[in-house]
């Protein structure tokens, strides 16, 4: 079955480290997003990308940075983590707006 | 600014019906969607509404869009104590495809 798969599931680094987040689907979808969650923020738009070698920046981008060479993975960059970048972190991938979005489970990131 | 808002807390009974309410402010939104996060997971896609429809019914789900209010709501007919969970608002604008969450309605059931 085709599914969208996130790791680590948990994370913790040091303030200043350079992170490297994991998304990879296997629906064939050209869409993929970065999404991060926090308490009474609800989900932020980070990256999102339309198809190879495209990435597009949402609304928090700024510390953070994706490339997209395949059609399956979409790997999130933390440049220098900093502790506001503390938050659980989802992938989403879709071939439509139509179909909505298909989520992964999250990567829980705590920067120390 | 805020696109999207929702209240962020309903407790209902077990039996009762639940009705999660969702203002969004770009009317040229085409999209609209409610997702349930269960803890510790990710987001499920429950239905979606397209801004010519007026009303969707999915089995115990209604959604009721009123464009010129620019409001959406999600009733649930007959709650169960497995429909805790957060319910997010989504809206599609037209201009691109990335979904603009609101910040979520906590739903508790009790018995």
């Known amino acids: 079955d085709a599914e969208i798969t996130q790791s680590p599931r948990h994370k913790i680094t040091e303030t200043g480290r350079q992170v490297t987040l994991a998304c990879h689907q296997t629906w064939n979808h050209n869409n993929m997003f970065w999404y991060r969650q926090d308490l009474g923020h609800g989900l932020r738009l980070i990256h999102y990308s339309y198809g190879v070698h495209d990435t597009n920046k949402g609304e928090v981008s700024d510390g953070y940075s994706v490339s997209r060479s395949n059609t399956e993975d979409l790997p999130l960059t933390l440049e220098s983590a900093a502790s506001s970048q503390t938050s659980v972190y989802f992938c989403?991938?879709?071939?439509?707006?139509?179909?909505?979005?298909?989520f992964g489970s999250g990567t829980r990131l705590t920067v120390v | 600014g805020e696109d999207v808002e929702q209240s962020l807390f309903l407790s209902v009974r077990e039996g009762d019906s639940s009705v999660i309410n969702c203002t969004y402010t770009?009317?040229?939104?085409?999209?609209l969607y409610w997702y349930k996060q269960e803890p510790g997971a990710g987001l499920q896609l429950l239905t979606y509404i397209f801004s010519n429809m007026d009303m969707k019914q999915d089995q115990r789900l209604t959604v009721l869009l009123n464009k010129k209010d620019k409001h959406l709501s999600l009733r649930i007919a007959d709650t169960q104590t497995g429909d805790s969970a957060i319910y997010f608002c989504a809206e599609i604008k037209q201009a691109g495809t990335a979904l603009i969450f609101g910040k979520g309605t906590t739903l508790s059931v009790s018995s």
């Open positions: 770009d009317s040229s939104s085409t999209y």
């Open positions: 989403a991938s879709s071939e439509s707006r139509i179909t909505g979005y298909t």
